[in-house]
């Protein structure tokens, strides 16, 4: 059953998918729309999951579970997998790319292939105090301060491989 984010625990489980483009404001019309209507229908072994999603800073879409009410299963979150696949496939968009890093800089929010992340890394363009977007989080909790310094993140490898 679909309920609005902000009502979820911040014990809501969650899952982060990133666009490595903005996402214009016709795709978030369309993945609210379908993301609302996989969330009215979403169970896990016959009970329906309390769930909602929320889309943040032009690139990432965060589905959320309140496992409190029912917890998500293998299956369920396989087809959460298949919706985003579906989103995906309709917008030519690759949300499953988990080399890429979503960084604020003065220009705004940039998505980052690792590549581009080296080179930005090498001309002093990010540093380790760079804000990256944690896309590691596992709980709405977590996510309630959605940036991390680069240095404390998963790509914190790529700041020792271009200074050493």
């Known amino acids: 059953m679909f309920v609005p984010y902000h009502t979820l625990p911040t014990s809501a489980r ?13 795709e978030q019309a369309y993945i609210s729309t ?4 996989f969330c009215e229908g979403w169970t896990a072994h016959q009970e329906p999951l309390q769930a909602s999603f929320m889309l943040t800073e032009g690139h990432f879409v965060v ?3 309140n496992e409190e009410v029912c917890n998500a299963s293998g299956c369920s979150i396989d087809k959460s997998v298949g919706i985003m696949r579906k989103i995906g496939e309709k917008l ?6 988990r080399l890429q890093v979503g960084l604020q800089l ?4 940039q998505v980052l292939s ?3 992340l080296k ?20 709980t709405k909790q977590e996510l309630l301060n959605p940036y991390k310094p680069l240095a404390e993140t998963w790509a914190k490898k790529y700041l020792k491989m271009v200074t050493a």
Do not use: H, R
Not at 14 to 26: G, V
Not at 34 to 37: N, S, T
Not at 92 to 97: A, E, G, I, T, V
């Open 14 to 26: 969650i899952w982060i998918y990133t666009s490595s483009t903005p996402l214009t404001p016709e």
């Open 34 to 37: 379908e993301l609302q209507a």
């Open 63 to 65: 589905l959320a579970v």
């Open 92 to 97: 030519q968009k690759d949300f499953f790319n």
């Open 106 to 109: 003065p220009i705004g929010v």
């Open 114 to 116: 690792t590549e581009q």
């Open 119 to 138: 080179t930005a890394i090498a001309n002093g363009t990010v540093e380790a105090s760079t804000p990256c977007f944690n896309v590691a989080a596992l």
